[in-house]
């Protein structure tokens, strides 16, 4: 007998009919003997649509409101989940996060789970009951409800996981698993069979948005082994897993490209060189709440002057600009500001490559085949990261693709 968590995003709950699928899914796992706890998130849509009528009364609702209005998305499925498996015979019941004691600090519409009870949820295992948790919220200790940020059920269902013990946390969504790259780019995709936790967070933070990154972060972090799987569909899915050995025996180079084009470019040319450059170029930008993502600074002649090139998010371009022109330059006394938001950062991910040279050489050398210019370069022990012109993003996705044997076997022609 196995102890499942099984978390059931807001497409796979959408409907009553698929509701009910769920149960039938539920009830299956039940049948062979195994223990089931489910976490759900709120119907497709529900989220936003509560989130836009608080937009229609107050423009700046205290937190703790909010809270209170989007927990409650999630407390409609878990009924009528439990009511769809009661009518399948299957003994059930539904807990609210604060009912079942998914402890959080109070941060509001983004707080952390901090403990869980599961001493009344193992009652209720042992009595063959199916539990049947709301995603996403939980309970601070002054009782007040919390949620865990957008995607937060995924959150719960590897919390429950951890706590529990469990076998596996098997996340059911809309897609059948983890893919190389993005399909609708490169129709060469395919899917994993297994990847690191590591891995996955690198590509995850790049824009494969299968699973939120807290938590795939908790997962690493307490061992949980994680699937992820098509509601929709059977198959095996992906595997999560902080064992590399298991996670190599597939891929013993790179795992995945992951890429982003949501990034902006900005170089301040002929800046002294001096000691703080740095910290005084950077440092009004964070002040402003800015994230940067890659530095880059050339080196200078002796004594003279530099070049500093960093990336921020499209949508902070113009605020960085403003800072760079009017706060940053005059107080170096110098520099001259070129921007690109035309730009897209293309990343290579594997752990295979902390013992194997010679990846960012092949990589260049595929580049550089196809006349794609590469602009700025970053690497960390399993990442190797290249900045190039948006209009090649594609290209330099599909020709890496099958330069490093990502390709499926299956789809010979390209879309
Ligand atoms: N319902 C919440 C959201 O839409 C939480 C979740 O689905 O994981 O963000
Ligand atoms: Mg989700």
């Known amino acids: 007998m196995a102890l499942y968590v099984q978390k059931f995003g807001g497409t796979s709950v959408g409907s009553v009919e698929r509701i009910k699928a769920v149960a039938e899914k539920v009830k299956g796992v039940r049948d062979q003997g195994h223990q089931v706890v489910v976490v759900v998130s709120a119907m497709s849509g529900e989220t936003n649509r509560l989130i836009e009528l608080a937009a229609q009364i107050n423009e700046e609702p205290t937190p703790r409101e909010m809270d209170m209005l989007v927990s409650t998305g999630e407390q409609v499925t878990i009924s009528l989940l439990a009511m769809a498996l009661h009518q399948l015979g299957v003994k059930a019941t539904s807990y609210t996060g604060a009912q079942i004691g998914i402890r959080t600090d109070s941060a509001h519409t983004r707080a952390r789970i901090q403990r869980i009870e599961t001493d009344e949820l193992r009652a209720d295992l042992d009595e063959g009951q199916v539990v049947v948790v709301a995603g996403f919220q939980g309970v601070d200790d002054e009782g007040n409800i919390t949620t865990l940020g957008r995607g937060g059920s995924d959150t719960t269902g590897v919390a429950l996981a951890a706590a529990l013990k469990a076998d596996e946390c098997q996340i059911y969504t809309d897609v059948d698993g983890v893919y190389t790259t993005d399909p609708r780019v490169c129709a060469k995709a395919r899917r994993l069979e297994s990847i690191t936790v590591e891995e996955m967070l690198e590509m995850a933070s790049l824009g494969s948005k299968v699973l939120q990154i807290r938590a795939v972060e908790f997962a690493g972090k307490y061992n949980v082994p994680l699937r992820v799987l098509s509601s929709f569909e059977d198959g095996p899915g992906t595997l999560i897993t902080a064992d590399e050995e298991i996670s190599n025996m597939e891929e013993p180079l790179i795992s995945g490209i992951a890429f982003n084009n949501n990034e902006a470019k900005l170089t301040l040319v002929n800046t002294p060189d001096v000691p703080g450059v740095a910290s005084r170029i950077l440092g009004p930008i964070s002040d402003a709440n ?44 110098g520099g001259e500001l070129r921007g690109d938001d035309k730009i897209a950062k293309v990343s290579l991910v594997g752990v295979g490559m902390r013992s194997h040279a010679g990846v960012a050489t092949r990589m260049f050398k595929v580049l550089a085949d196809e006349g794609i210019n590469i602009r700025m370069v970053s690497t960390s022990e399993i990442k190797i990261s290249v900045v190039i012109d948006e209009k090649f993003l594609e290209l330099a996705v599909r020709s890496l693709h099958t330069a490093f044997g990502l390709d499926r076997a299956d789809v010979s022609e390209e879309q």
């Open 290 to 333: 800015i994230e940067v993502d890659m530095i880059v600074q050339n080196v200078a002649p002796a004594g003279g002057y530099t070049d500093f090139t960093f990336t921020v998010a499209k949508n902070d371009f113009r605020q960085t600009q403003r800072i760079l022109q009017d706060q940053v330059i005059p107080s170096l006394g």
